[in-house]
């Protein structure tokens, strides 16, 4: 599907963004384990997570839904063997966690992923996993592979990177292996897995940048999960970007190690204030009101990578419209996503008349630039890119073209219906 974007004049109104993925495939995959029936609300609908949940019904969990926002898992039989391979789509968390939580199951199953995914390195959680004793058949650490189930020793791994994935599938093993297992990270990545393990009774402990689990039981206790911040993120740079805008996204999940979108557009000048902060399920939520600002340039480097590495993307349409010159440094793991996102991002926001330059590890953006639009924009399988490249087509002085913009329906299907709700052509 190719669309036009237009420039528009102001967005006003108000908007409830939808479930937080992160913490959807957690729900779904953690459910499994628990040896009981509970109920998961206001949980995401994209593709990806779907894939997670098909995956969990393969491996013999009932689900049924009461309706589109209330799912009930029943995971009271042992998980089984599946009869079939285990399609993860398009989704690096689902399969990264899922190696984890299916290595120390007494059960062999085969995994496989789109064309993306299966160009994405593996290695990462494949390592750890198999100094746990973890046995894979593989090649090249890349989809598609098989898991023969086995029993898992305790390890302390000292991660070279701050990977929540790569942490959780550790964390994930260690729930059936035999000792006490610890993971170690340079910088904190998002806490998602530690907090819902505590909330549904695991015997864990986190001290500061080290999380250490012991062999647990997973209670069945109900789970709500909150609006995704980095849905929300497209929504706050569109309003502090677009001309006259004022909105309010209901429900959006603030968890410190996901917030990093908040704190740099603050830093940037951006008009962004937190209304009725509360706790759903073990996770922090608020109301986020956001105004049309004088963005002003920033350096983005260091510990705070992890806490918006998935934002960059819309930070880097940001940067185009900040006075001064705004460096970001340190994210080279962006290279490792659906795309190359460093070099996409740059090759498609030059094609609009911004000042960027691509970097090993990052950009150099100037600006303040008038985005010209009259391009036609890829967006290379990437719904991130996709959803960046449409808030930068809001602003552009001539229309733009993104083609294959059906991508965004891996994690945001609702994306295009939420933005026509503040939209003033």
């Known amino acids: 599907m190719d669309i036009t974007v237009n420039k528009i004049k102001s967005l006003n109104g108000e908007i409830e963004i939808p479930a937080d993925k992160s913490i959807t495939h957690r729900a779904f995959m953690f459910s499994s384990l628990t040896k009981g029936k509970l109920k998961v609300s206001n949980f995401s609908k994209g593709a990806d997570c779907m894939s997670t949940l098909k995956i969990i019904q393969q491996l013999g969990c009932k689900v049924e839904f009461i309706n589109e926002k209330e799912v009930i898992i029943d995971a009271t039989e042992a998980l089984k063997e599946p009869a079939e391979a285990l399609d993860c789509g398009n989704s690096g968390t689902t399969t990264r966690l899922m190696m984890g939580l299916l290595a120390g199951q007494r059960i062999n199953s085969k995994m496989f992923g789109d064309q993306s995914l299966s160009k994405r390195p593996m290695k990462r959680v494949i390592a750890p996993l198999e100094q746990m004793g973890a ?33 959780s599938c550790i964390l994930l093993a260690g729930l059936n292996a035999e000792g006490e297992t610890s993971f170690t990270e340079p910088y904190k990545s998002r806490n998602h897995t530690e907090l819902m393990f505590e909330y549904m009774g695991a015997d864990i402990k986190v001290e500061g940048t080290k999380v250490t689990i012991k062999k647990s039981q997973l209670k069945p206790v109900d789970i709500t999960v909150c609006g995704d911040i980095s849905s ?41 204030q937190l209304l009725n902060e509360r706790v759903i399920s073990n996770e922090k939520v608020a109301d986020i009101r956001v105004r049309y600002s004088n ?58 008349g911004a000042d960027i330059e691509e970097t090993p590890d990052g950009f150099i953006i100037k600006g303040k630039t008038e985005l010209t639009g009259d391009a036609e924009i890829e967006c290379y399988h990437d719904h991130r890119i996709a959803m960046s490249l449409y808030v930068a087509g809001l602003i552009c002085k001539k229309p733009i073209k993104i083609n294959e913009f059906q991508w965004v329906d891996i994690s945001f299907p609702e994306f295009l219906d939420l933005m026509s709700k503040l939209t003033i052509s």
């Open 135 to 167: 046995n894979f058949v593989h090649q090249d650490y890349k989809l598609p592979l098989e898991i023969k189930g086995t029993n898992l020793k305790a390890i302390d791994y000292n991660s070279p990177l701050a990977s929540a994935q790569v942490k």
């Open 232 to 272: 929300a993120a497209f929504f706050m740079v569109a309003a502090l970007i677009v001309p006259n805008s004022d909105i309010i996204i209901r429900n959006v999940g603030i968890n410190e190690t996901r917030s990093g979108i908040i704190d740099v557009l603050k830093a940037m000048n951006g008009d962004i």
């Open 295 to 352: 963005l002003k340039a920033t350096t983005i480097e260091g510990e705070i990578i992890p806490r918006l590495i998935d934002e960059i993307p819309i930070i880097a349409i940001a940067a185009t419209q900040a006075e001064g010159t705004t460096i970001i440094k340190d994210a080279q793991d962006l290279r490792n996503k659906e795309a190359d996102r460093i070099t996409a991002v740059k090759t498609e926001v030059q094609k609009l």
